[in-house]
């Protein structure tokens, strides 16, 4: 299996920007498709972006699309999410996940439920 830890949230103000990481040890970084997923107070966990392994496929929420860039570098085992324009909005706890298991379906990489490997989370707080 893989273990996945994010960094890089933090306090900032509406506009401003953010990079997240999500560092994946344990296994063959590039065998796993991988996506961001956030929780903002008293919603549900909520699909971000996700990329395949090699980076050909990459999808994003509506809500995110035009502001925020996921990638990946298989060399350095780590997912990135690059935040801009950010919105108060956007506050919430952003998860990294990891699935090695092909899509199940065209709208399987929106689901949490396919994904099988989660971080703990970092928090990201956009100030109005």
């Known amino acids: 299996q893989v273990q996945l830890v994010e960094s890089g949230g933090g306090l900032v103000q509406a506009g401003d920007s953010l990079r997240l990481s999500c560092a994946a040890s344990?296994?063959?970084?590039?065998?796993?498709?991988m996506g961001w997923f956030r929780r903002a107070p008293g919603k549900e966990r909520e699909f971000v972006a996700a990329i395949s392994w090699s980076s050909s496929n990459i999808f994003y929420a509506d809500s995110v699309k035009g502001r925020f860039t996921i990638s990946r570098d298989n060399a350095r085992n780590t997912l990135y999410l690059q935040m801009n324009s950010l919105k108060p909005e956007d506050t919430a706890v952003y998860y990294c996940?990891?699935?090695?298991?092909?899509?199940?379906?065209?709208?399987?990489?929106?689901?949490?439920?396919?994904?099988?490997?989660w971080g703990q989370g970092t928090q990201v707080t956009v100030s109005s």
């Open positions: 344990g296994r063959t970084f590039s065998n796993y498709r």
């Open positions: 996940a990891a699935v090695s298991r092909p899509p199940s379906s065209p709208s399987s990489w929106y689901l949490k439920g396919e994904y099988d490997y």
